[in-house]
């Protein structure tokens, strides 16, 4: 039969899908714990709206797969656009049917509660920031700053130091005075802490970094548990688990969506800088291509045959000027996710009252 032996590259991929083993364990501890502590459970029996389940799972899923393919069909792609226009009118769609579903899937009048919609955009927005930022962070590290994978983690660690103090604080805040001053602070602190970090990418050195990386943690880490929590506590009227599974639904179309439209534009702004970077090497347009290609695939912690291959002879130093153009394509996606924060603090600043939430127990009941 020959020499069987597993690809280096497949050898990767099965210790990478090892990791989701560590769900079991957490997955077992939590029924063990919900079984001690019994929790107050009220069901409430109803059939389930396939019409309207259709219709968003299409609506979310065409809209994320438009602006995730632009970077390979092209923005001016009619086929791009027929999957974004698509998706967000199968999205109104929706909305509008379930407001004549007399068992829907969403209760979409629950957004005429005004604290409870603010706190939902708050999440939307913040959500472009924060799940994408993981991503991202990790590439630049390994590509820009030349970093391994677990120098990578290190690199995230920062971000999570500011995140786990912050959030302390978010929680007594929410408690004390009501979740206004945590959400409007975070989110603003979240966009000034985005805002500088993205402003220090380009000079390709952790050192110059971690103070703002630490800020942007902090940021996200203040708001985020008392926006969630605020949200739920605004629908007080509604089942639990229905409002908290239209939060979660929220911040997980956008984090999809940051994902998708964010890594469009990271891919187009890195071609277009590797392609002006690569014509000063008198290479031409497929070769610069192939270059950003390899170094993405590869992670960018070392030069790999793919990338000696397409750099030739001046591999070390096309190597340093495509670390740049990287840096330079990641502060672009830096300043938007920055830009989404701001709009959050805008939105809670306007669309939120202040004081605790049992001021504002006089708000409308949506209306099944």
Known sequence: MGDQRVPPGALGDVRGRAIFWVNIPIAIIALILIAIAKPEN????????????????????????????????????????????????????????????DEPLIRVNIFKVRAFAAENAVLFFSMIAFIPVLFFASMY??????????????????????????????????????????????????AVGFALWGSELTALDYSSQWYFIVLAGAGIGLMLGPANTDAINRAPRANYGEVSG??????????????AVLGTILINENRANVESSMARFDLPKAKA???????????????????????????????????????????????????CLAVAAVIALVG?????????????????
């Open 42 to 101: 009220n069901p409430r029996p109803a059939r389930i709206d396939y019409r309207g389940l259709v219709l968003i799972v299409l609506g979310m899923g065409l809209s994320v797969f438009g602006f995730q393919q632009a970077s390979v069909w092209g923005w001016d792609s009619i086929v791009t656009w027929g999957c974004i226009v698509g998706g967000v009118a199968l999205l109104l769609v929706f909305s509008r049917i379930e407001t004549r579903t």
């Open 141 to 190: 590290s390994q590509i820009a700053l030349g970093q391994s994978v677990s120098e990578a983690g290190l690199y995230l660690l920062t971000f999570f130091a500011g995140f786990a103090v912050a959030s302390q604080f978010g929680g007594r805040i929410l408690d004390k005075t009501g979740a206004k001053p945590a959400v409007v602070v975070g989110c603003a602190i979240g």
């Open 246 to 259: 239209i939060t979660q639904t929220v911040r997980n179309y956008g984090s999809s969506l940051g994902l």
């Open 289 to 339: 291509d192939a270059i950003a290609q390899s170094l993405t695939q590869s992670g960018g912690g070392s030069r790999d045959a793919g990338f000696s291959k397409h750099a030739g002879a001046k591999a070390a130093e096309i190597f340093h000027a495509v670390q740049f153009d990287f840096a330079q394509a990641t502060k672009v996606v830096f300043f938007i996710m920055a830009g």
């Open 352 to 368: 939120l009252r202040s004081g605790r939430q049992e001021a504002l127990i006089d708000e409308p009941a949506p209306q099944s």
